[in-house]
């Protein structure tokens, strides 16, 4: 099943929304996100942000605490349809790979719980993509290959069956670098045990 396909049912949107995050973990993510834009655009205001994709929202009203617009975009509508973004009108269908919005239109993107579901060739587009509608910042997690889980995997140990595709920073950097960007800086819950890190990048 390809990624875009994966949550596009009305069950897979309510599982998601209701149940896939629960206790500490609900606010982990919005708290390293809120982390490397304070550190990196810190000072300023923040006038716009997109969150892409945006799933069901979750991130959604933490970012409006740091920018009066703040817009969601998501490839499945079932998702999005349980979000904020959609009953403020602020949520829109469409693919990471090709963004409906002109270079630089917000001044922050953040993406979360995305990069590690594509395949090389998407990977590569959607990071050029953040980069182009980007004005200032781009903050977006990704699954670190110097990780606890992958060094097991690497061993051959025994780890939950997991489809996630680990990259390594160095080589993140490289494909930002191909895009015309460069890396800022990283943040995670825990140095080498918590597998996904959010990537700052500008
Ligand atoms: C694991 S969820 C993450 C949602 C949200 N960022 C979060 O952290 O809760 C992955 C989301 O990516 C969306 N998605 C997958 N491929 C996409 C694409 N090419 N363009 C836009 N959204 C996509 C899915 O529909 C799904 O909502």
Known sequence: MQVEDRWQSAKDAAHYADARFSGAQADRDLQLVTRLIERFDGGRATRSIL???AGTGRLHDGLAHLSKLVCGV?????????????RASRGLVADARALPFRDGAFDVVVSCRLLHHLEEAQLTEVVAE???????LVVASFWDAACWTETRKRLGLRVRTDARRAISRQRLALLVERAGGR??????????FSPQTFVALR
């Open 74 to 86: 998501d490839v499945s509508p079932a998702m999005l349809e349980r979000s904020a973004y959609r």
């Open 183 to 192: 890396v800022l800086g990283h943040a995670s819950s825990f140095r080498f």
């Open 51 to 53: 969150d892409v994709p």
């Open 130 to 136: 953040l980069l182009r509608v980007s004005d200032r």
